[in-house]
């Protein structure tokens, strides 16, 4: 069953992996905000026009998308009980399933959340705010093959022949900044930023 009623209030449909494909994370340039779009428009352009490939995997996460991994992360690994999680305007989820006698049903409701936060492919706690919610952030595979010769935002050419030849590259985090586009977070490589957070 899908729908849960409680205390006379509308139904809600129960967690599980339905939720996972609604709110979807953005993988456009056009769908960042103020003028980080128009930088990362700009140091986009000018990887591609240099040779390099670049693979944009998201750049804006609706709030609705981080309240579910938020929470549902939680519930499956941090032990948050379903009942306890605040409700979200738009998202009419319920996290506690019950049984036939109306309990709650822990472990079933642990079970669907489990199954949601691998859909996701959740490595650690998704932050609800973040850069990505803000519209600030991409994450992007960035790749070339010998040296890149990329042009700085005032039209300097850069040729980069160190390695990696990828996101984690030093002189084209260098780069990036000239065009407000920041790589700070080493573990995180593909993760671009409007401050690097
Ligand atoms: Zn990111």
Redesign the pocket.
Same mark, same amino acid.
Request: net charge negative.
């Given at each position: 069953m899908w729908f849960a009623v409680s205390g006379g209030q509308m139904p809600r449909e129960l967690s599980g992996m339905r939720w996972v494909s609604r709110f979807p994370t953005s993988t456009s340039l056009d769908d960042l905000k103020g003028n980080f779009r128009q930088n990362a428009h700009a140091f986009v352009g000018a990887l591609r026009a240099a040779g390099a490939t670049v693979t944009i995997a +998201?750049t804006y996460r609706p709030a609705e998308r981080a309240y579910l991994m938020h929470y549902c992360f939680r519930i499956a690994k941090g032990g948050l009980d379903p009942q306890r999680v605040p409700a979200y305007p738009g998202v009419d989820i319920e996290w506690a399933h019950r049984d036939q006698a109306g309990q709650v049903d822990v472990a079933r409701s642990r079970q669907a959340a489990r199954e949601m936060a691998a859909a996701y492919a959740i490595v650690r706690q998704p932050a609800l705010a973040s850069? &990505?919610t803000q519209g600030l +952030?991409? @994450?992007m595979r960035i790749a070339w093959t010998g040296t890149l010769r990329l042009l700085t935002e005032d039209g300097t050419e850069v040729a980069i022949q160190s390695e990696p030849r990828s996101g984690n590259n030093a002189e084209l985090h260098k780069v990036g900044e000239t065009y407000g586009c920041f790589h700070r977070v080493p573990k @995180?490589p593909? &993760?671009w930023?409007s401050d690097g957070r």
């Open positions: +998201a850069r &990505h +952030a991409i @994450d @995180d593909p &993760h930023s």
